[in-house]
Structure formats: structure tokens, C-alpha cells
């Protein structure tokens, strides 16, 4: 006679890293974006060879890109965000209250931001998609979105 005992699983999960600051800035970002009725999603890739912090799906279906910077060298070192301009219709910067904001481009929008929340201190003009793209980009974060939240809720299928 066989006599099956489970045996307590034991999982060491390791610790999370702590947040790094461009992603506290992310986390107050979508917090803001929320709060103007906007889904976000953090670390978007629209195409291979890119990734944003933040986009935002709005409720008449505007996308707004937002990077997050959070000193002097990161914004320095990225020399590849005029490549998100055509995956927007609005592209903002987010910072935090000690950043250079000379560094900064005057044509895109401002949002200063903490991990808490933001303010949005200067709206960029709009630049609308084609009616194509927007439509890929739409169904594009509707299932990267979907796909994150299966990954959640079944994480080994």
C-alpha cells in the first residue's frame, strides 16, 4: 500500500530589488496619469529597439509617452527619445523638483513628479497619429496589458 504525505514546499523567493529612482518617478507618473482618466503602462516597447518609461491610453484614445529622468547623466545618456515622437500624440518628460529644466527640450511636455504623484507644469502641442498606428499601438498595449495581467494572476502557464 502506497501512502502519499505531502511534503511543505519550501520557495526562496528572493527579495525585490528596491525601486530605482526612475521608477519612483514612473510610479507617481501613473499615479498622475490616472488621475487624468489615463491607463497607464510602464516599460512599453512600441517597436524592438525601443522601450518607455510610461505610455498612457486616454479615454478618446490619445497616447502620451512619458520619460522619466531621474539626475543630469540619465537625461544625457539618452540620446534615443526623438525615436518615441512617432509613437505619441503628446511626448511629456517627468523629473523630480531638483532637476535641471534647462536641460530639458521646450517643445515636449513637463511633469514633475515623485513616487507619489505629479503635476503636469507644461502641456506639449498635440501631433495626432495616423488613424493606422494609432490603431496598432491601441491593440499593441491592450495586449501587452492583458498578457502582464495573465502573468500575474497564472505566472507558470
Known amino acids: 500500500m502506497f501512502i502519499y504525505m505531502a511534503m511543505p514546499v519550501t520557495t526562496l523567493t528572493p527579495e525585490p530589488a528596491a525601486p530605482q529612482p526612475g521608477q519612483l518617478l514612473a510610479r507617481g507618473v501613473c499615479r498622475l496619469l490616472l488621475s487624468h482618466n489615463f491607463t497607464p503602462l510602464e516599460e512599453f516597447v512600441p517597436e524592438r529597439g525601443k522601450r518607455v518609461d510610461v505610455i498612457g491610453l486616454g479615454p478618446k484614445g490619445e497616447i502620451w509617452v512619458v520619460e522619466c529622468k531621474s539626475s543630469r547623466a540619465d537625461f544625457l545618456s539618452d ?37 507619489y504623484g505629479g503635476e503636469i507644469l507644461r502641456m506639449p502641442d498635440e501631433s495626432k497619429l495616423a488613424a493606422a498606428r494609432r490603431k496598432a499601438m491601441t491593440l499593441k498595449i491592450a495586449r501587452d496589458t492583458a498578457r502582464r495581467l495573465h502573468g500575474l494572476r497564472y505566472p507558470r502557464v
Not at 534615443?80 to 530639458?104: M, T
Open 79 to 115: 540620446g534615443k527619445w526623438q525615436g518615441y515622437l512617432d509613437w505619441c500624440d503628446r511626448f511629456f518628460w517627468a523629473v523630480d523638483q531638483e532637476f535641471p529644466l534647462d536641460l530639458l527640450p521646450e517643445d515636449s511636455g513637463l511633469i514633475i513628479a515623485d513616487s
